[in-house]
Structure formats: structure tokens, C-alpha cells
T-cell receptor, first 111, second 115 residues
Framework: DAKTTQPPSMDCAEGRAANLPCNHS???????VYWYRQIHSQGPQYIIH???NNETNEMASLIITEDRKSSTLILPHATLRDTAVYYC????????????FGRGTSLIVHP | GAGVSQSPSNKVTEKGKDVELRCDPI?????LYWYRQRLGQGLEFLIY????????KSGLPSDRFSAERTGESVSTLTIQRTQQEDSAVYLC?????????????FGSGTRLTVV
């Protein structure tokens, strides 16, 4: 799997957009970018994934740079319940696979 | 069931005792994974089951750790002669196939404390 680099922590005011960056400069052409989050005392939860186009769902938006070497997860209107650790994972889709979760970014949303 | 179920949710055991942790995956999910998460750390892969294939045990930290799964149903993770460094949250996840990471669903984990 391509290595990803994320800042260890970030904070954001409630109601504002939270922009979480991820660097994956060694990503290969068939690797997707996945985002998961882990709220305290729970298992990680899938958020969104993409290959090269920007993606949006009810939870977040994913912006992938044209060269695919970095991406940004956007929570458009962060709430206190979005406080969690966010994991960026790069992996091919299909085949035998064991996802690797690093330390991620600890996002704290404050009032 | 609707999600991945793990039991017990919390377990306190004395050093040297054996413990057994249970995972009920989502019905129909062929792949099942066990991870360990120590306080403030990322997830550490332990073992992976895919259907009736031989499990990938490459992440098990020692021979005190073992896991079983019957077909595509329940899995149990057993830790023998527990040590204090085994204290962690043990997470189970299942997915409908090995490749679809977006279909990857975790349970809430078992918090193991060895005293």
C-alpha cells in the first residue's frame, strides 16, 4: 500500500468547515483514497472514497489533487459529534487485502 | 444482524488467565479481521479470515494468541496466559469481499484490561 501522511491533530470551530489533509505521494494509478473515522470508544466507520474525481456524500466531500499525490477530506459544517480520529488509507480495490490504519488525525471540534 | 457484534464489551482479567473474545460478523460477509488498538495508538492487524481459506495469521504477536472461525460465521480470539501488555481494545471487522474497503464494518470492540 502507498504510504500516507496526516497531521497528528487539528481543531475546528463548530459550524465551520473542517479540512483534513492527507499526503500520498507514492500512490499508484489503480489505488483509491479511502477515509475512515473513529469516534471515541467505537470502531472505525467508513466515510468516503475516490479514485481521481472529487466525491461527495451525505457525510463529507473528498477533493483529490490532479496529480493524486494528496487529498483533502472536507466536513462542510463540523459539529461536536465530528470530534474523532480520521484515517486516510490508500489501497487498490479488489484482491486480498488487509487494511492498515495508522495514527490518523485527531480532530477536535470546539463550541 | 445489522452490524458487527462483539462480546464482551469489557473484560477485566488477572494476569496469567486465559480470555476468549467473540465476534459475530454481518451475515453474508466472507472476510473477517481482528485488530488490536492500544491506548492512543493506531490499529494493529492480528488475523484475517476469508471464507474457507487458511487464515492469515501474520499479525499475531505471539503463540499465546489464536483465533478460530467456523465457515463464514462467528469468530473467537483467544489469548492464553494474559500479560499486562495485552491490555487494549480488540476490534473485529467484516466485509462482503476482500477488496471492497467501503464495505468494511467494525464492531465496537472489546476492552481488555489485564491486572
Amino acid at each position: 500500500d502507498a504510504k500516507t501522511t496526516q497531521p497528528p491533530s487539528m481543531d475546528c470551530a463548530e459550524g465551520r468547515a473542517a479540512n483534513l489533509p492527507c499526503n500520498h505521494s507514492t500512490i499508484s494509478g489503480n489505488e483509491y483514497v479511502y477515509w475512515y473515522r473513529q469516534i471515541h470508544s467505537q470502531g472505525p466507520q467508513y466515510i468516503i472514497h475516490g479514485l481521481k474525481n472529487n466525491e461527495t456524500n451525505e457525510m463529507a466531500s473528498l477533493i483529490i489533487t490532479e496529480d493524486r499525490k494528496s487529498s483533502t477530506l472536507i466536513l462542510p459544517h463540523a459539529t461536536l459529534r465530528d470530534t474523532a480520529v480520521y484515517y486516510c488509507i490508500v489501497r487498490v480495490s479488489g484482491g486480498s487485502y488487509i487494511p492498515t490504519f495508522g495514527r490518523g488525525t485527531s480532530l477536535i471540534v470546539h463550541p | 444482524g445489522a452490524g458487527v457484534s462483539q462480546s464482551p464489551s469489557n473484560k477485566v482479567t488477572e494476569k496469567g488467565k486465559d480470555v476468549e473474545l467473540r465476534c459475530d460478523p454481518i451475515s453474508g460477509h466472507t472476510a473477517l479481521y481482528w485488530y488490536r488498538q492500544r491506548l492512543g495508538q493506531g490499529l494493529e492487524f492480528l488475523i484475517y479470515f476469508q471464507g474457507n481459506s487458511a487464515p492469515d495469521k501474520s499479525g499475531l504477536p505471539s503463540d499465546r494468541f489464536s483465533a478460530e472461525r467456523t465457515g463464514e460465521s462467528v469468530s473467537t480470539l483467544t489469548i492464553q496466559r494474559t500479560q499486562q501488555e495485552d491490555s487494549a481494545v480488540y476490534l473485529c471487522a467484516s466485509s462482503p469481499t476482500t477488496g471492497a474497503l467501503y464495505g468494511y464494518t467494525f464492531g465496537s470492540g472489546t476492552r481488555l484490561t489485564v491486572v
